[in-house]
């Protein structure tokens, strides 16, 4: 069963606006959360991280929101750039294992 | 560091032949992890090393696949006999237990069964 769930599989967003990408858990255990960027034909890379004992964290253009009640958290990126076109995997752990979402595809139109 | 590598970067195999995948993690790092992804479950845990040793292997799909690290520098995810339904891109990934939990993947082998 899917523990990280990401029910959007693509999103599209205008330059310079802001993306919103969702993220839902179902196990209580996780205590560390982050965001992936996955380029065509590249491995995920790191974008941003949350620890359970925080609502929010920003880096730059990146923040990322966690609703521990409602095991829900959300990547905001603003101002949305043709750069951050690629799929965002959601990712949660517990202990040092990670279990991924689905991915959302974002593309953000020039 | 040269980060997490991956051989062969694509691998086009039979129905019934042996696939080997192979993994260089970051030199330092006592994790690693593999991971395959598709479509439907997007980047899916098969198994996960601490200090070379097999910590979880739930995800492993079948007793078709299996995975082994001989040394801190080396792992490998075996398919025996590889099926259509394999095919897929894999990942290994690595990582540093204590550095908060931050993973770092090699660019993936995409494997074909025809």
């Known amino acids: 069963d899917q523990q990280v769930k990401q029910n959007s599989p693509s999103l599209s967003v205008q330059e310079g606006r802001i993306s919103i990408l969702n993220c839902d858990y179902t196990?209580?255990?996780?205590?560390?959360f982050l965001w992936y960027k996955k380029y065509p034909a590249e491995g995920p890379t790191f974008l941003i991280s949350?620890?359970?004992?925080?609502d929010k964290n920003e880096d730059g253009r990146f923040t990322v929101f966690l609703n521990k009640s409602a095991k829900h958290l959300s990547l905001h990126i603003v101002p949305s750039q043709p750069g951050d076109s690629a799929v965002y995997f959601c990712?949660?752990?517990?202990?040092?294992?990670?279990?991924f979402g689905t991915g959302t595809s974002l593309t953000v139109i020039p | 560091d040269a980060g997490v590598i991956q051989s062969p970067r694509h691998e086009v195999t039979e129905m019934g032949q042996e696939v080997t995948l192979r993994c260089k993690p970051i030199?330092?790092?006592?994790?690693l992890f593999w991971y395959r992804q598709t479509m439907m479950r997007g980047l899916e845990l098969l198994i996960y090393?601490?200090?070379?040793?097999?910590?979880?292997d739930s995800g492993m799909p079948e007793d078709r696949f299996s995975a082994k690290m001989p040394n801190a520098s080396f792992s490998t995810l075996k398919i025996q006999p590889s099926e259509p339904r394999d095919s897929a891109v894999y990942f290994c990934?690595?990582?540093?237990?204590?550095?908060?939990?931050?993973?770092?993947f090699g660019q993936g082998t995409r494997l074909t069964v025809v």
């Open positions: 990934a690595s990582s540093q237990q204590g550095a908060l939990g931050k993973a770092f």
């Open positions: 196990n209580s255990m996780f205590d560390y």
């Open positions: 949350i620890s359970s004992i925080k």
């Open positions: 990712a949660a752990s517990a202990g040092n294992q990670f279990y």
């Open positions: 030199s330092g790092h006592n994790s």
């Open positions: 090393f601490n200090n070379n040793v097999p910590i979880d």
